[in-house]
């Protein structure tokens, strides 16, 4: 009997990265899993719809695949179809064969079978209720790390967002689920690097002790290091900050999506945080500890004012974070920014984010500088052979998103090993240098 093969295209987030790892687990145990998909009997696409270029990536991806493996099932995932249900319900594209929301995962196996049979299949959101992790998930991140998605959905409801439209509103997995599941991922890959993903982290079973307890627990297992994305700030806590700090395990790293820092701005985006409270996290991590901040900031949102930039070029200069990512704003159906008054001009918005972003560049290459001469704890991620050196990531450093460290070294170096490496010079914004030991675990 001929093998089935199917192949998979992830699109946008790392949350979407874990539910299609989850996938290939469920899919591995029934079919052959392929990357070219010209040989393959079915495509899944995992789409994302949270912006409408990343909406056109997915409709494009749809349609390259339909054009290049004519003979393919297609079937689509993920947040197009629960954005958008009338391209399912109206077939607004006729060369996919099925769609699934991101609780109906687990039948994903049944659903291959079914359009293989010359089926249509439609699965729409019957629950809220996290999909389980697959007991055979497969990592496409180097094996050393990966990502464990803590809750689905969003309770936020900032006014740009279309999230809570798509994903509903804030479910927590089970704490025992999420420790199942890093167990296995430290007892299959050898995992030592856990990165805590949700829509918004500092939220999960907030009704009790929530992060803490899920801390407390995946400290207790033997992983190396314990990442945390997407704290709200509103959310992180002096308590939390402390946790970080004193603890072995847990990176002296947090993400905090902070959109703007101008009072004004942040009403308008339905933010719960305000300048004054922005203030406090971080002179809070400024004078008590050594916690690197990332963040992500939009400009150009309705109504923002000039010295409303000013205001957030003003907060940049003094906080100085080592990592931040901007965005201009997009106007995305649905969202009450959608029809809000005070819609700027493209031009605006381009000039405005060019404007952060050559700040925080420059902010970035000063601290970068500073660490010449100096010696940087790194794990190795993988090789650049164009380059001939090894690739990784420090402590303050998220092993994808962040800048990178390059680094030689004259005795053998494997991935996910811990290296002392003299930085020597920057390129761009990446270290540059040299391993001159090799650290253990011990």
């Known amino acids: 009997m001929k093998q089935i093969k199917v192949g998979i295209i992830s699109l946008g987030c790392d949350k979407n990265r874990v539910d299609c790892e989850n996938m290939i687990g469920f899919l591995s145990q029934a079919f052959s899993i392929v990357t070219d998909a010209s040989e393959a009997d079915v495509v899944i696409i995992n789409t994302c719809a949270f912006i409408e270029s990343a909406t056109n990536e997915s409709i494009e991806a749809v349609m390259d695949i339909a054009a290049t493996a004519p003979e393919a099932k297609i079937i689509v995932t993920g947040c197009l179809p629960m954005r958008y249900p009338s391209i399912a319900e109206q077939n607004l594209m006729p060369e996919v064969s099925a769609y699934l929301d991101n609780h109906h995962y687990t039948d994903i196996v049944e659903t291959v079978y079914n359009v293989l049979k010359g089926e249509r299949v439609i699965r729409k959101n019957s ?3 996290p999909v389980e992790a697959s007991k055979d998930r497969v990592l496409t991140t180097p ?3 990966a990502y464990l998605k803590i809750a689905e959905g969003c309770n936020n409801g900032c006014a740009y967002c279309a999230i809570p439209g798509i994903r509903g509103r804030y479910v927590s997995t089970p704490l025992e689920e999420l420790v199942e599941e890093a167990e296995r991922l430290i007892e299959q890959y050898g995992t030592q690097e856990l990165i805590l993903v949700a829509q918004d982290v500092t939220r999960y079973n907030h009704e009790g002790r929530g992060l803490m307890d899920l801390l407390d627990a995946l400290e207790a297992l033997p992983v190396r290091t314990i990442r945390l994305m997407y704290c709200y700030p509103e959310m992180v806590t002096t308590e939390l900050l ?27 985006m339905r933010r719960r945080s305000t300048h004054a409270s922005l203030v406090r ?8 500890t050594h916690i690197a901040v990332r963040s992500t900031f939009m400009v150009g949102f309705p109504g923002e004012r000039e010295e409303d930039v000013d205001e957030l070029c003003a907060f940049l200069r003094k906080y100085r974070l080592e990592y931040a990512g901007f965005f201009p704003f997009y106007r995305e159906e649905g969202t009450p920014a959608y029809e ?16 952060v972003e050559t ?16 010696d940087v704890t790194v794990t190795c ?3 650049d052979y164009d380059r001939g050196c090894f ?52």
Do not use: C
């Open 381 to 383: 991620d993988t090789i």
């Open 281 to 288: 996290v971080l002179d809070y991590i400024r004078q008590n």
């Open 391 to 442: 690739v990784g990531h420090a402590e303050f450093m998220h092993p994808e998103i962040d800048n990178k460290v390059y680094f030689t070294a004259d005795s053998p170096v494997e991935t996910g090993g811990i290296y002392r490496v003299h930085i020597n010079k920057v390129d761009h914004l990446d270290l540059v240098g040299k391993a001159i030991e090799e650290i253990t675990n011990d």
């Open 340 to 355: 809000m008054d005070g819609q700027l001009p493209k031009k605006v918005k381009l000039s405005r984010l060019k404007r």
């Open 359 to 374: 700040l925080q560049s420059a902010i970035m290459r000063e601290q970068a500088e500073a660490r010449i001469g100096k």
């Open 242 to 268: 402390d946790r970080i700090e004193k603890s072995d395990k847990i990176a002296k790293y947090i993400d905090i999506p902070m959109q703007h820092a101008a009072d004004s701005v942040l009403r308008r």
């Open 143 to 145: 094996l050393h790390y």
């Open 127 to 129: 629950t809220l209720h």
